[in-house]
């Protein structure tokens, strides 16, 4: 009885994986950014960056003084808080833009749109293209699939920006640190493709990531106002955790030299 | 007879459950066809069929000489964009484009007409659903009548041959019903569309219909003109139309007998 229902699980997620795989390729294998059109383009760009923007501004500004206030208590020990503004940048540009945006653009941004899909499911208007031989999946799906592979990198970038000054606050307004050397070593230590490209490189991968997982759940949601209600809640928990565990996977490919 | 549309030893299932068996109809080219039945014996499944929406377990669904369940995607959007229209039960519009731009959807996405023309066409098929006042407003600031004319002139947009109706009179009050009866008896005639309309309304189905399909448990029980079936059909057919409460299709859900279940307790 256990088993068989453990069995039946892993079988309709394996499918649910399967339907996923052919969504992102008739999607995006057969769909360039422009395939609806370059002003939705950008209206799908707009549309999930302005949902975003306001908590990603102001959770990279906490997140910034926090690791301004941490980052002092550790390396005053040393003697070394003047590489404050070193740890601070490097922390952000590498690990937590990318993770802490993404984490965020998926609860903000990725639920609206599997809710913005599963309503047009349940109101038949994907149906409804279908049928006037419109393939709702360059149509709807493709250009949300850019607009997220687009607008996580800026984002990400954002909240970094943000939260070095957030460092900046508490380290040089509050705490005193030498501004010439907060900033000063900063830019000295910061590598433009260690540190930047690459930290892009990941949160490229995040958008794409938490975006297709959110245009799935909706696409695929049981067109009820329950189903979509599930599939909302699923796009949290599966994009949280696949951002996650991509992070090591690619912060090890990265380290590794590649 | 000559149809446009022809069902071949057509089987469909759901889960375990089989909805068609081996369903063969043909539908008349240019007439005006009501399928009806009871509630999920699978009306929306058959327009569903029909558009290529579902694929069938077996037989074959031939639409104005294609194999609808053959086709590449490729083929199959191609073959709805210029022969097909269906009008949803709810509808369908697009909810973040205005009534205008719902109208002019099918037509900017697949001509390249100059807008001057497009702004031309749309006004003409709102103006033949009596909308063409209301162009500027949002499908939420639409009664739930308007909102299915303004989505029958988005199916008639790109000039069907074939229209699809999924219970078109559902929902509506009197007025909105009469128009609509109206509309699709008009709109079938003065294009010479060859229509299908899914409805339980007997009374409304009667009045337009050329032919009637009745479908119950996965079978056409009854094929004919409207006339003919109520008077000629068998004991069941005559029972769906008249609205009888019991006849051959039981009152009763299948049960035990009565007297013991109340005696057993
Ligand atoms: N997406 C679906 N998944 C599973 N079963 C479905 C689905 N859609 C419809 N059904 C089932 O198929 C049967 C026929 O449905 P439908 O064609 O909508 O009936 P009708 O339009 O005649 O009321 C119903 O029993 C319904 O429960
Ligand atoms: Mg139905």
Redesign the interface.
Known sequence: MMVQRLGRRGVSAMQSMGRAAILFYRSLLWGGPGSAGWRDLLQQIHAVGVRSLSIIIVAGFFVGMVLGLQGYTILIDFGSEAALGTMVSLTLLRELGPVMTALLFAGRAGSALTAEIG??KT???L??M??????PLK?VITPRLWAGMIAVPILALLFSTVGIWGGAFVAVDLLGIDEGAYWGNMQASVEFYEDVVKGIVKSVVFGLVVTWIAVFQGYDSVPTSEGIGKATTQTVVVSSLAVLGLDFVLTAIMLGGV | MDPYISISELSFRRGERLIYDRLSVDFPRGKVTAIMGPSGTGKTTLLRLI?G?LKPDQGSVVVAGQRVNELS?RQL??????K???L???G????DLSVFDNVA??LR??TDLPETMIRDLVLMKLEAVGLRGARDLMPSELSGGMARRV?LA??IA?DPELM?YDEPFTGLDPISMGMIVKLIRALSEALGLTSLLVSHDVEESCSIADYLCLVSDGRVIGFGPPDELLHEGNDEVRQFLRGDPDGPVPFHYPAADYRQELLSS
């Open positions: 309503l047009m109101t038949e208007q149906s409804a279908e049928m006037m031989g419109v393939d149509r | 558009g929406q995607r959007f191609e073959l709805r964009r210029e097909m229209g269906m949803f039960q709810t369908a519009l697009f909810t959807f099918p996405t697949h989505a988005r199916s790109m699809l």
